[in-house]
């Protein structure tokens, strides 16, 4: 009877796999001829009818798979084997399955299980009033229910936050395949979705070729929009999707996505084309993109990729909602990192997608070589430092620009006995270019060609001194901060083009900076002192507050920076920051750049949030003052007023729920609303919603205000479903 038993658990085993086509695991197969351990309270061989019964706590184990029932009847003359009465099955795996009638018949192959349910090693559950194996090859269930979600602790007999109940559910163990029959998707009990025949592959297919989930949407000049999916297998390290976009507006929008992914090497590309309407409807034709990514892997110190961003017109991905960002960028390059060293090379082409950007104007990169290095410590604790790079910049219609720069600097960092801090430095930084067309500063009906360099030395002592002290449940923090830094002056001449300083903000994060133009082509001459003091006051319960503010004075007034940037006078503006945080529910930073004269205000910003998890709310505020950039930018990109406001609050209200809203509005004359948006969430462990609305107000050719609804619903285990609509 050793065989029969074993092979008894073994179909049990096959049934109740069968039916936990929400885990994707892989199992051992059973052996028959594995050892059995079987224990009973009595075992009675009934020869004449050919019948042995096991009575009383019954129990089997089997290849880690264990059985438990209060009674087992084999009979030899139908070959068939009963188990009855509080049957549970552990798996190895984790799983348990219960039930109250097995039956085995047909050399095994077929078989019924009675009022069954299973519960998985990730909680979910299947029940089913009961399941048939047929051929070996296929389980068929009756009146089954599926569901991953928790039941309540007070209440086990209510529904889960959503289940499915399927009149017939089959598993095909040949075709791999899981098919519903009259199914309803249940939110509480309540049935919310019908549909007469559903079917998806079973856990051990990791993917497969078919539809995805559809989209749908609707826009005032799009129209009705459904998009519905299709997946391509291709092989286990490549699959491609095809995304086609139906409007009842416009044509068709094809679009698709390729992956493959290689030992070393992986890349995607996705792309879309349409024929449709564009600025205004004032013109129709083909419009589309292409966008994908590279990278390489050459060995552990070499690796390299490219990243394209193409698009046929301005306002296209805008319009069609895709991935918009105001420039794309194109490159490729090549990078490697040995110790604290780095080197690379790369090449990049911008296609700007406003409409102010002129393509004659705009730059193709190639090459850009840089390499930095970073020596070890010397006797004294010494570090060297090497910064060069090469450049060879080319436009169609406006300035081309060849560089060679390199900087070299020696750092000596030294803590004192009293706790003083010292940072000496000395730099040299030479610069070789060679240009054609660039615009005259003082006079821009001129332009200057020709071979034209810069050697800039410079040298400077940075010194603080931190004082602290306890006073009960506090920790105050005071530090002055002084730094001198010597260099010639006027290093800036027309011959010497700028292109990566050309954003410029003056504040507490580069008060203290060597050169605070962001780039190589332009340098800060002259000797300066820097001052500030930074202040912070700690307490035991982590609250805490910070305060810091500072000024520098430069000898020798130049034309290194415009009016109105803070920069342009021997005394600079004072910059600084307040940050405030008493607790975990209260939080502000307020940062200030105040006039040198009369302290009038010339940058605000203020972020701030207080609340609990049951309401928070923010507040962040931004005001800058036009600054005059005209020498060291073209005018047209002058930096205007900028004021504006936005205000929001979120709300946890339950460990579920979750909901909030904000506004954004431009506070200048010519300004306005720019943006509103409410958001509602719901999660929990098995189901994930989110809904949120926004209204936009940006207008830019066939790019209007919008109002945007996104919806999504994630089920877990089975998948998502998504619809956005968008009306101007």
């Known amino acids: 009877m050793r065989g029969n038993l074993s ?24 052996q028959s001829d594995a050892p059995v351990l079987f224990k009973a309270d009595q075992l009675r061989n009934e020869q004449k009818i050919g019948i042995v019964v ?17 009674n087992v009847t084999y009979n030899r003359r139908t070959d068939t084997v009963k188990a009855s009465g509080n049957i549970s099955l552990l798996e190895p795996s984790g799983e348990v399955v219960f039930a109250d009638l097995i039956e085995l018949t047909g050399n095994m192959r077929d078989g019924i299980i009675e009022n069954m349910r299973v519960r998985m090693t990730d909680d979910s559950r299947i029940a089913a009033v009961d399941g048939r194996r ?27 936050v959503w289940q499915i109940k399927a009149s017939k559910v089959s598993h095909d163990q040949v075709t791999k395949d899981i098919t519903y029959r009259n199914a309803f998707l249940e939110f509480y009990g309540i049935p919310v979705m019908y549909t007469p025949y559903l079917s998806h592959p079973d856990p051990t297919v990791d993917r497969r070729t078919g539809f995805l989930f559809p989209s749908y949407g609707s ?24 995304t086609p976009m139906v409007t009842t507006n416009e044509s068709l929008v094809g679009s698709g996505e390729f992956r493959h992914r290689l030992s070393q090497t992986q890349y995607r590309l996705h792309a879309s084309l349409t024929h449709g309407s564009s600025d205004n409807n004032k013109s129709n034709g083909l419009r589309g993109h292409l966008e994908g990514e590279l990278r390489h892997e050459f060995d552990r110190t070499w690796r390299g990729g490219a990243d394209l961003h193409l698009a046929t017109d301005d306002t296209y991905l805008r319009r069609y909602n895709f991935k918009s960002p105001d420039t794309l960028e194109n490159r490729l390059y090549a990078e490697g990192f040995h110790d604290r060293n780095y080197a690379s090379i790369n090449a990049y082409y911008f296609q700007g997608q406003r409409s102010t950007n002129d393509e004659r104007k705009t730059p193709i990169v190639f090459p850009k070589l840089d390499y930095n290095y970073v020596g070890s410590s010397g006797k004294f604790g010494g570090v060297w430092k090497v910064d060069a790079n090469a ?3 080319t436009r169609t219609g406006a300035a081309d620009i060849r560089r060679l720069a390199a900087k070299t600097k020696w750092e000596l960092p030294y803590i004192s006995r ?19 067309d660039i615009v005259e500063s003082d006079a821009p009906d001129n332009t200057v060609s020709g071979v034209s360099g810069r050697v800039f030395p410079q040298a400077g002592l940075e010194w603080s001194l931190p004082w602290a002290r306890k006073d009960g449940r506090f920790t105050q923090v005071f530090e002055p901060i002084v730094s001198f830094m010597v260099a010639p002056s006027s290093q800036n001449p027309d011959g010497i083009p700028n292109e990566d300083s050309l954003s410029f903000e003056f504040d507490d994060t580069n008060l203290f900076g060597e050169n605070r133009f962001g780039g190589i082509d332009r340098v800060e001459g002259g000797s300066r002192i820097t001052y500030g003091l930074n202040s912070s006051v700690f307490a035991r319960n982590d609250g805490f507050s910070s305060f810091f503010i500072g000024q520098s004075y430069r000898f020798r007034k130049d034309n290194d920076f415009g009016t109105d940037t803070g920069l342009d006078d021997h005394f600079s503006d004072v910059v600084g920051r307040v940050e405030i945080s008493p607790t975990k529910y209260a939080n502000m930073l307020y940062r200030f750049r105040l006039d040198k004269d009369d302290l009038a205000p010339r940058r605000n910003e203020l972020q701030t949030s207080i609340g609990v998890q049951k309401f928070r709310l923010a507040l962040n505020y931004l005001s800058i003052d036009q600054q005059n950039l005209s020498d060291i930018l073209d005018p047209e990109d002058e930096f205007r007023d900028r004021e504006e406001i936005s205000v929001g609050f979120t709300s946890q209200a339950t460990a579920r729920w979750r909901f909030g809203a904000s506004t954004r509005h431009d506070l200048t004359n010519s300004g306005g609303a720019l943006r509103h948006s409410v958001f509602l969430n719901y999660e929990d462990e098995c189901f994930d919603f989110h809904l949120n609305y926004a209204r936009t107000f940006t207008r830019d050719r066939d790019v209007k205000p919008s109002d945007t609804i996104l919806f999504r619903a994630v089920f877990k285990t089975l998948g998502e479903v998504g619809t956005s609509t968008g009306v101007n």
């Open 7 to 30: 092979t008894l658990i073994m179909i049990i085993g096959m049934l109740t796999t069968a039916t936990t086509f929400v885990v994707a695991q892989t199992r051992t197969p059973v």
């Open 54 to 70: 096991a009575t009383g706590n019954v129990e089997f184990t089997q290849n880690g798979r264990t059985l438990l029932a209060d």
């Open 134 to 160: 047929i051929g070996g090859t296929r389980t068929d269930f009756r009146k089954a229910v599926y569901s991953p979600c928790k039941l309540c602790e007070k209440d086990p007999t209510r529904a889960p």
């Open 219 to 242: 826009d005032s000049e799009l129209g009705t929009m459904i998009s519905t999916p299709y997946y391509f297998d291709i092989a286990p390290n490549m699959d491609a999707t095809l």
């Open 391 to 393: 450049l060879v910049l």
């Open 418 to 436: 009293l706790g003083e801090f010292y940072r000496l430095f000395a730099s040299l930084q030479t610069g070789l270019y060679w240009v054609n």
